[in-house]
């Protein structure tokens, strides 16, 4: 390139910069354009300067920086049922096939006939059994395109589309600006983490690596010179409740400095993450508020119940998100 | 900014970008000088180009780029014994004091004589007592202080040095290397993964998050208001053999598509990282072959037993590193 073709495309480069700047300058007038201008976003924002400010006392290096989300009723949508769960009663329905005998047999009659009373009478023995049925007995890459061809047809019954598009706006923006700061994003899930991984890069920009939530046991074996990662009929690890900082202990190894959950099987999380630890700490509950434009629930509720941790919330310093009141928009279609 | 100016700093810049370019191209001219330029060094330089060049077949998106590396005897010394263990043979002196019982207790009695024969003899059952002694009843917290300390203050027996000093300098050149490529860096190792994250992200540069290994469970309580995760005395996951690919497979949710390790511990991470995946894939044994300046060992050894991988991996393709011949200098103080 002559000097001239190479200062043109310099002074190029330094306009096209310009005006990258100036869209970056919008985009970071408004890191959160989905949030209305109430106490979260601002307590948000403000936490978010707090750490990333050099030289202060309460900067918080890059590597530090760990922030943990549980995903159902936090990222996206958890009524009338877990998405997890409607996988696997679509499961069943396709396994009975080969099963007539569950036409008859329980929690597999009550799977088949969508009788939800009967479901929950079988306990957490009969949705154990129903999740084991569904969930093992296969490869760990044979489980993962069965959930992404799943999730490629499946619809909510409510809003009557694909339940990756079930997740909410203003936390999409929150990840990506946590991000932006330096921080590294985990889900910290209840569900099954083989569930989760085989969308959450596309979904969230949170790849496999950084998902840590339930699991059943693996078996690695060679089949005609071929590995395998066989899924057995076994819990491994149950990421809920008191599992929750176990989980991340071992997975990540550091205590996060940020969590964000919506029910009592965050709470702990939610302590181990802000309480008794030196430096800025963040936590914070979403309430279900807003039944009209999506659902609004806590106490009374079977899938992601609220209740000793809303309790709490005000003495621990947690914030606490009114999805009616706090969100502008709930689902990035809208 | 006049657009003089702009154009004078964009030309300075260009300049400055230039000297930069060449200094790269330099580095780059050599990525691992530690190691000589013999088959192995060949292989990997050729293995990451082939995944880098973008536009052809056997590119990988940086998302896929994942390599695991076993730590004992392929990124630190594991002679005479592994570290982990001259670690508990300390604390058990350490702790003694507290139970004058031991000296006439096995396996603590062989432990505080140094009798490595007895404590051989103890078999795996005195091994797991003495590492459930020494490892549990604390919080994680205290344990990665103790970790901490220990490491500050011990010295290898025969080299005279901190063990941290004892790691390969061609494999810090290895992990460097493959990052500046776009490449997530993880460790995958038989010992325990609270032995290695308080020091990891300073040595090797992998974070806590990345490291993968053996555990004892752990159990999460308020104590006092404050949030504690206990170690408790029994074992959760043991990740050797046949449990690498399920370590793997839980802590990543992907397959690596290059692996490291040295002796048969690492076998089955070989095979599920290399055999019957799409892809190029790359596998590498360290063979410990140089007594002078370091261990000669393979069949006949305790620690880091090299045997079957060895004989297996000219059918598999993996690369063999001949220490004493591919390696221009062990240590990093040499």
Same mark, same amino acid.
């Given at each position: 390139?002559?000097?001239?073709?190479?200062?043109?495309?310099?002074?190029?480069?330094?306009?096209?910069?310009?005006?990258?700047?100036?869209?970056?300058?919008?985009?970071?007038?408004?890191?959160?354009?989905?949030?209305?201008?109430?106490?979260?976003?601002?307590? %948000?924002? *403000?936490?978010?300067?707090?750490?990333?400010?050099?030289?202060?006392?309460?900067?918080?290096?890059?590597?530090?920086?760990?922030?943990?989300?549980?995903?159902?009723?936090?990222?996206?949508?958890?009524?009338?049922?877990?998405?997890?769960?409607?996988?696997?009663?679509?499961?069943?329905?396709?396994?009975?096939?080969?099963?007539?005998?569950?036409?008859?047999?329980?929690?597999?009659?009550?799977?088949?006939?969508?009788?939800?009373?009967a479901l929950a009478a079988a306990?957490?023995?009969?949705?154990?059994?129903?999740?084991?049925?569904t969930h093992a007995g296969m490869?760990?890459?044979?489980?993962?395109?069965?959930?992404?061809?799943?999730?490629?047809?499946?619809?909510?019954?409510?809003?009557?589309?694909?339940?990756?598009?079930?997740?909410?706006?203003?936390?999409?923006?929150?990840?990506?600006?946590?991000?932006?700061?330096?921080?590294?994003?985990?889900?910290?899930?209840?569900?099954?983490?083989?569930?989760?991984?085989?969308?959450?890069?596309?979904?969230?920009?949170?790849?496999?690596?950084?998902?840590?939530?339930?699991?059943?046991?693996?078996?690695?074996?060679?089949?005609?010179?071929?590995?395998i990662l066989l899924r057995l009929?076994?819990?491994?690890?149950?990421?809920?409740?008191?599992?929750?900082?176990?989980?991340?202990?071992?997975?990540?190894?550091?205590?996060? %400095?940020?969590?964000?959950?919506?029910?009592?099987?965050?709470?702990?999380?939610?302590?181990?993450?802000?309480?008794?630890?030196?430096?800025?700490?963040?936590?914070?509950?979403?309430?279900?508020?807003?039944?009209?434009?999506?659902? *609004?629930?806590?106490?009374?509720?079977?899938?992601?119940?609220?209740?000793?941790?809303?309790?709490?919330?005000?003495?621990?310093?947690?914030?606490?998100?009114?999805?009616? *009141?706090?969100?502008?928009?709930?689902?990035?279609?809208?």
């Amino acid at each position: 390139m002559s000097v001239a073709a190479s200062v043109f495309r310099c002074v190029s480069l330094a306009v096209a910069g310009l005006v990258v700047l100036a869209a970056s300058a919008l985009a970071q007038s408004d890191p959160l354009p989905s949030w209305n201008d109430t106490a979260p976003k601002k307590a %948000i924002v *403000a936490f978010v300067e707090r750490v990333t400010t050099q030289n202060t006392a309460d900067f918080v290096p890059e590597s530090e920086r760990i922030a943990v989300f549980d995903n159902d009723g936090t990222l996206w949508v958890e009524q009338p049922m877990y998405t997890q769960l409607a996988f696997a009663l679509d499961r069943v329905k396709l396994m009975a096939r080969q099963h007539p005998e569950w036409k008859d047999q329980q929690p597999f009659k009550a799977a088949l006939d969508g009788d939800m009373k009967a479901l929950a009478a079988a306990g957490q023995k009969g949705l154990a059994e129903l999740i084991m049925t569904t969930h093992a007995g296969m490869t760990v890459e044979q489980f993962q395109k069965i959930v992404t061809n799943w999730l490629a047809t499946a619809r909510d019954p409510r809003f009557k589309r694909p339940y990756t598009d079930l997740v909410y706006q203003p936390m999409l923006e929150l990840l990506a600006y946590l991000r932006a700061n330096g921080f590294k994003t985990f889900i910290v899930s209840g569900g099954g983490v083989e569930f989760l991984r085989p969308w959450t890069e596309q979904v969230y920009g949170v790849p496999p690596e950084q998902v840590i939530g339930s699991s059943i046991k693996t078996k690695f074996s060679m089949r005609d010179g071929v590995p395998i990662l066989l899924r057995l009929p076994d819990v491994n690890f149950v990421d809920d409740k008191a599992g929750k900082p176990v989980g991340i202990n071992e997975a990540i190894g550091r205590r996060p %400095i940020a969590a964000f959950g919506n029910s009592d099987g965050d709470l702990q999380m939610l302590e181990w993450t802000t309480l008794g630890a030196s430096g800025p700490r963040f936590g914070m509950l979403v309430h279900h508020t807003d039944a009209e434009r999506e659902y *609004a629930y806590d106490r009374q509720t079977e899938f992601g119940r609220l209740d000793q941790a809303l309790e709490i919330a005000p003495d621990n310093g947690w914030t606490v998100v009114d999805m009616k *009141a706090d969100w502008k928009t709930i689902f990035p279609w809208e």
